[in-house]
């Protein structure tokens, strides 16, 4: 069975910190939040699994190493 660690902490911050704390006028303005948080949480943030990078600097410095990989090959 896999480890759905990250799943859970992801899933209560989300509830935490952003579905609990808005009362929703429509779908389309739940996305608008919902969206509005993900870019945060994604580009801002810090995250400790990633050694203190955001998850886009994270992707952003993966890529820049396998670049770097391939083209040692």
């Given at each position: 069975m896999p480890d759905n660690g990250f799943?859970?902490?992801f899933?209560?911050?989300l509830r935490d910190e952003c579905l609990n704390?808005?009362?929703?006028r429509s779908y389309r303005h739940a996305r608008e939040i919902i969206e509005d948080w993900r870019?945060?949480?994604?580009?801002?943030r810090p995250?400790?699994?990633?050694d203190g990078l955001t998850?886009?600097?994270?992707?952003?410095?993966?890529?820049?190493?396998?670049n770097m990989n391939s083209a040692s090959l």
């Open positions: 799943v859970e902490s899933n209560g911050r704390e808005h009362l929703f870019i945060d949480y994604n580009l801002n995250h400790t699994s990633l998850p886009n600097e994270f992707a952003t410095r993966s890529q820049m190493d396998h």
